[in-house]
């Protein structure tokens, strides 16, 4: 695989992944991970059943839970667009400049996407949600640039002669 067909796919993911967050930021009545796992994971014989490994800890309020959603969708919005920052000539060329552009745009997003909500029936925006959402971004960021940095060394290093 080389960088351009990275690229691509980190260009795509990144979409998909900023696509979830603003149907997930800005559906009026959002999906919690118990509703959400319990119909994903009911079968006839167990309705209702949970996945125990994806739904929040026992006794979790919604905000704890919301929190935890907002930071998770947005790591993984981080690592995406790690990916994408990992093989693009911009950050080649000016990489500090580029890194920094990169996090404007993810807490614009964080920004945006709670600015839309206060828009939406039965949803406010909050600050503590975007605080949450840049955390999230910056950690995802920041741990898949560590992973990509170590995949892309081994894989696609130039064959030797």
Not at 73 to 83: I, K, P, R
Not at 111 to 132: H, I, K, N, V, Y
Request: charged share 10%; hydrophobic share 50%.
């Amino acid at each position: 695989m080389n960088g351009t067909m990275l690229r691509r796919g980190a260009q795509v993911a990144t979409l998909l992944v900023a696509i979830a967050i603003l149907y997930v930021t800005l559906t009026p009545e959002p999906p919690h991970w118990g509703t959400f796992m319990a119909s994903a994971t009911a079968t006839p014989a167990t309705p209702g059943a949970l996945a125990p490994s994806l739904s929040p800890p026992p006794g979790w309020s919604q905000e704890e839970e919301e929190a935890a959603g907002h930071t998770l969708l947005f790591a993984l919005l981080g690592v995406c667009v790690s990916l994408w920052y990992a093989t693009s000539a911009a950050a080649r060329r000016a990489p500090q400049r580029t890194l920094v552009m990169v996090m404007l745009v993810m807490w614009l997003f964080g920004g945006l996407t709670e600015w839309a909500q206060s828009f939406t029936p039965t949803r406010t925006a909050q600050l503590s949600d975007l605080l949450f959402d840049v955390l999230g971004a910056f950690a995802g960021f920041l741990g898949g640039s560590v992973l990509w940095r170590l995949l892309l060394t081994r894989t696609l290093k130039p064959p030797r002669s």
